[in-house]
């Protein structure tokens, strides 16, 4: 019942910035959890950045730490990714998450589309 939706992904030089953007749509009864995570081609899925949707950040990954900002708009039910100082290593397909309750009680999680993020040096 919770749909999302990326954006803002694009071709930046290393030491640049980007921001990332994703959309919620759909009815939730509880504060959920929400994180972006990404993928580069021939690598696993990892986890970027993690928050409740009441603004509290639960996890960077080490990699990301000092460069990456994750924050909510609940006014807007977006979820953002500010990167800056962006290496060649961060190029990947970024995809939000959501984990939490819907209207009924029931648990779900969900997934966007992927937004692609290349860096060239």
């Known amino acids: 019942q919770v749909q999302l939706a990326e954006s803002g992904g694009g071709l930046v030089q290393a030491g640049g910035s980007l921001r990332l953007s994703c959309v919620a749509s759909?009815?939730?009864?509880?504060?959920?959890?929400m994180g972006w995570y990404r993928q580069a081609p021939g690598k696993q899925r990892e986890l970027v950045a993690q928050i409740t949707t009441s603004g509290t950040i639960l996890k960077y990954a080490d990699s990301v730490k000092g460069r990456f900002t994750i924050s909510t708009d609940n006014a807007k039910n977006t979820l953002y990714l500010q990167m800056n100082s962006l290496k060649s290593e961060d190029t990947a397909v970024y995809y939000c998450?959501?984990?939490?309750?819907?209207?009924?009680?029931?648990?779900?999680?969900?997934w966007g589309q992927g937004t692609q993020v290349t860096v060239s040096s």
């Open positions: 759909g009815r939730a009864e509880s504060t959920a959890i």
């Open positions: 998450n959501w984990s939490g309750v819907v209207i009924g009680g029931q648990p779900m999680r969900s």
